[in-house]
Nanobody, 121 residues
Framework: QVHLVESGGGLVQAGGSLRLSCAAS????????VGWFRQAPGKEREVVAR????????YIADSVKHRFTISRDFARSTVYLQMNSLKPEDTAVYYC??????????????WGQGTQVTVSS
């Protein structure tokens, strides 16, 4: 069992920055990946970024490329999402999830409760 807790969300003006954290506890395998997702009201959930716990691979969605970066501190079992140059359209609830890396898509068995990010114009 793995437990995830997100933090770092809040209200920020357009152009500002936030850093989200996803702290994991429990049986975390180095073969797991961690994904950051977001869901805005009335929209489908979308993946924003992904990183392997081993740190060997990362993925950033085109919609946030060059603005968001993902990193992990394996010793602290924490994954970060650094969000710069935020736009109002980045407003959403952000979730982290983890699970086994699979082709074509990882199997995200464990999810956090989400953290709200609101970007004002």
């Amino acid at each position: 069992q793995v437990h995830l807790v997100e933090s770092g969300g809040g209200l920020v003006q357009a152009g500002g920055s936030l850093r989200l954290s996803c702290a994991a506890s429990g049986r975390i395998s180095s073969t797991y990946v961690v994904g950051w997702f977001r869901q805005a009201p009335g929209k489908e959930r979308e993946v924003v970024a992904r990183i392997s716990w081993s740190g060997s691979s990362t993925y950033i969605a085109d919609s946030v490329k060059h603005r968001f970066t993902i990193s992990r501190d394996f010793a602290r079992s924490t994954v970060y999402l650094q969000m710069n140059s935020l736009k109002p359209e980045d407003t959403a609830v952000y979730y982290c999830a983890t699970g086994q890396d699979r082709w074509p898509q990882p199997r995200y068995d464990y999810w956090g409760q989400g953290t709200q990010v609101t970007v004002s114009s």
